[in-house]
C-alpha cells in the first residue's frame, strides 16, 4: 500500500492526463446531447485514503446524488459518481431542457433518469481513457443510482464491495454550461491489488 503515497510529479502527470482526456471526452459527448456548449475541467485528481472521501464532497451528512457501478476485469472495484444534490438538480433541469430550479430538490423518474445517462457519459469517457492509457479492459455493470447522504453511501458500497485497498483514485470535475456551474467528483474504488495493476499498466509504480 505505502507504493500508492509515492508518486512523484512525473506519476501524478500521467494519471492527470487520464483526467483531462475524460474530461474533455465527456464534455463532448454532453455538449451534443444537450445541443449546448459544456465545459469540464479537472481541478484537482489524485490518490488518497478512503476515510478521506467524505472530505471532498462535504462531510458524511452531505446530501447527494450517487451513481455507482461495479467494474469488473483485470482491475474490479467500485466506480461513484457523486453529485451535490443542488447541482444534481440544476444539471437534470439542463438534461431535460427545463427551466433551472433553484430550490427544488427532488427528483421524479424523469431525472433519475437524465442522471443516470450522465453518469453512464462521465464513466464511459474516464474509463476508456484509462484503458487508453492502460490497455486494462473494464467492464462496468449497469449503474445504480441513489439519493441519500454521504456515510451511508459509502458504508453501503463497503458491505457490498468485501476487500477494498485502502486507497481511492479522485477525480474532482467542475461542469460550465448555459452560464450555470456544478461540481460532481469521480471515485474509484479498487479491489485490494487493482489499483497496482492501474499503477503497473501506467508504467508510473516503483
Known amino acids: 500500500m505505502d507504493d500508492m503515497l509515492k508518486l512523484n510529479n512525473v506519476q501524478l502527470d500521467a494519471i492527470k492526463e487520464v483526467g483531462n482526456i475524460g474530461a474533455g471526452n465527456a464534455a463532448t459527448a454532453l455538449s451534443k446531447l444537450i445541443k449546448t456548449r459544456v465545459?469540464?475541467?479537472?481541478?484537482?485528481i489524485m490518490?488518497?485514503?478512503?476515510?478521506?472521501?467524505t472530505a471532498t464532497i462535504g462531510g458524511p451528512d452531505a446530501h447527494v446524488t450517487a451513481i455507482f457501478y461495479t467494474i469488473k476485469g483485470q482491475a474490479p472495484g467500485t466506480l461513484l459518481?457523486?453529485?451535490?444534490?443542488?447541482?444534481?438538480?440544476?444539471?437534470?433541469?439542463?438534461?431535460?431542457?427545463k427551466d433551472i430550479s433553484h430550490d427544488q430538490v427532488s427528483?421524479?423518474?424523469?431525472?433519475?433518469?437524465?442522471?443516470?445517462?450522465?453518469?453512464?457519459?462521465?464513466?464511459?469517457?474516464f474509463l476508456n481513457a484509462l484503458n487508453m492509457f492502460t490497455s486494462i479492459h473494464f467492464e462496468p455493470t449497469v449503474p445504480a443510482l441513489c439519493i441519500d447522504m454521504v456515510g451511508a453511501i459509502l458504508g453501503s458500497v463497503l458491505t457490498n464491495l468485501g476487500m477494498v485497498s485502502d486507497y481511492v483514485l479522485f477525480i474532482k470535475t467542475e461542469f460550465k454550461y448555459q452560464g450555470n456551474h456544478a461540481l460532481g467528483n469521480l471515485y474509484f474504488l479498487p479491489e485490494a491489488e487493482a489499483l497496482q495493476v492501474i499503477l503497473k499498466s501506467l508504467g508510473v509504480n516503483n
Do not use: H, Y
Open 47 to 53: 490518490i488518497l485514503p478512503f476515510s478521506r472521501i
Open 107 to 125: 427528483f421524479d423518474e424523469m431525472d433519475c433518469s437524465a442522471l443516470t445517462e450522465l453518469g453512464n457519459i462521465m464513466a464511459g469517457s
Open 39 to 44: 465545459e469540464m475541467s479537472v481541478p484537482d
Open 81 to 97: 459518481f457523486l453529485i451535490p444534490i443542488i447541482d444534481a438538480r440544476k444539471i437534470a433541469d439542463v438534461l431535460l431542457n
